[in-house]
């Protein structure tokens, strides 16, 4: 279910309104961050299938994602992540917003902006970096599922690194190798700042047939 910020400052004073008004992401900020995501998440994606590719033995095959199904389903993926992360931003603003005004019910709006801001810098230094891994990781995954399915190239997979707190996780570290088909078909991450990838034993590719590799063409 995604947090209800608009139930949250349905409470709020007028000066806490106005303050989430004034700090709230809007429809410009999901197609500004949907836009960033999708240019990381395709660089992930194409250097996935380059890494893939040079492991089955066709090192000189370099990934170049240019359309179809592939880059139709980053940009949904993308655009619903976006959506996710504003929603989310203004969530927490709100509840950073609540909690400013128990600390110090008398607070104005300057001292609101203060707060804000200092929130704001503290969530960042850990949430970019959670947005970033999980980015990369759900781009990498699809193109290991892609290169593998539309190549249809076997070999093992091993979730990394081998330890988790997950029981998700765990449960996939403890099975050892599994078929590339089943890992690509269960792909990580499986939480928010989860850590594992699918290391990947390929089958080798022929070398007289690496020119036919589906590189995301």
């Known amino acids: 279910m995604p947090r209800d910020w608009q139930t949250l400052i349905g409470g709020m004073s007028d000066v806490q309104k ?3 008004l004034a700090g709230r992401l809007d429809d ?3 197609d500004r961050i949907k836009g960033e995501l999708l240019r990381e998440g395709r660089q992930a994606y194409e250097a996935e299938l380059t890494r893939q590719a040079k492991k089955a033995g066709c090192p000189g095959r370099v990934g170049r994602l240019t359309g179809g199904p592939a880059l139709v389903e980053l940009n949904r993926l993308f655009e619903e992540h976006a959506k996710g992360i504003v929603n989310t931003y203004n969530y927490d603003l709100a509840g950073a917003i609540i909690a400013i005004r128990a600390e110090t019910p008398t607070a104005n709006r ?9 929130w704001e810098t503290k969530r960042a230094a850990w949430k970019d970096a959670q947005i970033q891994q999980y980015t990369t990781g759900k781009a990498r995954a699809m193109a290991q599922s892609d290169f593998f399915r539309l190549n249809n190239i076997g070999g093992v997979a091993v979730l990394k690194p081998g330890a988790a707190v997950c029981p998700v996780c ?10 590339v088909r ?3 078909n269960n792909p990580p991450p ?3 700042n989860c850590p594992h990838r699918f290391t990947i ?3 080798r590719v022929p070398s007289d047939e690496c020119r036919l590799l589906w590189m995301g063409e």
Do not use: C, K, M
């Open 28 to 30: 410009f900020e999901v």
């Open 110 to 118: 300057h001292v609101y902006a203060r707060r804000v801001q200092d």
């Open 201 to 203: 034993i390929p089958d």
């Open 170 to 179: 765990q449960g996939w570290i403890d099975r050892g190798e599994i078929s």
């Open 190 to 192: 499986y939480h928010h």
């Open 18 to 20: 106005l303050v989430h």
């Open 182 to 184: 089943e890992a690509t």
